[in-house]
């Protein structure tokens, strides 16, 4: 497996480089998707079929404390990362089907220097997202079920069961 950037930045903080770790590093180095936790999981599986979900959980969350990967506000249900890149980017979300669009042009400076003047923080990062509806949906006649895209995928949403469940046999 190729030493990712990921994997140099483990071990230059002296961590040890698991086989969870690896398979983890592996599958954010190899994709520009903003992936869940589960997401993760389920492709390092894939390169080994050992690493279990605690796993991805726990290397996420060392990865993410050393500002390796960034948190994604997507929704509410699942959180969503993104490998961390030197630019500096916002993100503006689609509620409707999902699309995640990074915008590295940054204004927000200004106002965190004026923060920072005005409450004595010494403020060192800050995240800035944007929600509503991407183009595609604008067009749409009706929309999809948020969190789905019907334009990268051929999917439909599941009919919802109407009235209460029945045990089977059960008229």
Same mark, same amino acid.
């Given at each position: 497996?190729?030493?990712?950037?990921?994997?140099?930045?483990?071990?230059?903080?002296?961590?040890?480089?698991?086989?969870?770790?690896?398979?983890?590093?592996?599958?954010?180095? +190899?994709?520009? +998707?903003?992936?869940?936790?589960?997401?993760?999981?389920?492709?390092?599986?894939?390169?080994?079929?050992?690493?279990?979900?605690?796993?991805?959980?726990?290397?996420?969350?060392?990865? +993410?404390?050393? @500002?390796?990967?960034?948190?994604?506000?997507?929704?509410?249900?699942?959180?969503?990362?993104?490998?961390?890149?030197?630019?500096?980017?916002?993100?503006?979300?689609?509620?409707?089907?999902?699309?995640?669009?990074?915008?590295?042009?940054?204004?927000?400076?200004?106002?965190? @220097?004026?923060?920072?003047?005005?409450?004595?923080?010494?403020?060192?990062?800050?995240?800035?997202?944007?929600?509503? +509806?991407?183009?595609?949906?604008?067009?749409?006649?009706?929309?999809?079920?948020? #969190?789905?895209?019907?334009?990268?995928?051929?999917?439909?949403?599941?009919?919802?069961?109407?009235?209460?469940?029945?045990?089977? #046999?059960?008229?």
């Amino acid at each position: 497996m190729p030493v990712t950037r990921l994997t140099r930045a483990l071990q230059t903080q002296g961590l040890r480089l698991t086989r969870a770790r690896r398979a983890v590093c592996r599958v954010l180095a +190899e994709t520009a +998707e903003h992936l869940t936790v589960a997401e993760v999981h389920r492709r390092a599986r894939r390169i080994d079929r050992r690493i279990g979900l605690a796993s991805v959980y726990r290397t996420m969350g060392v990865l +993410e404390r050393l @500002k390796l990967v960034q948190h994604v506000h997507m929704d509410h249900r699942h959180r969503h990362y993104a490998t961390a890149t030197d630019d500096h980017c916002h993100h503006l979300v689609c509620r409707t089907c999902g699309l995640v669009v990074e915008v590295s042009d940054c204004q927000a400076e200004a106002m965190v @220097k004026a923060l920072a003047r005005r409450t004595k923080f010494r403020i060192d990062g800050h995240s800035l997202d944007f929600f509503g +509806e991407c183009p595609a949906c604008l067009l749409r006649p009706t929309p999809p079920r948020a #969190g789905r895209c019907l334009t990268d995928r051929s999917i439909a949403p599941r009919p919802r069961r109407r009235g209460p469940r029945r045990a089977p #046999g059960v008229g």
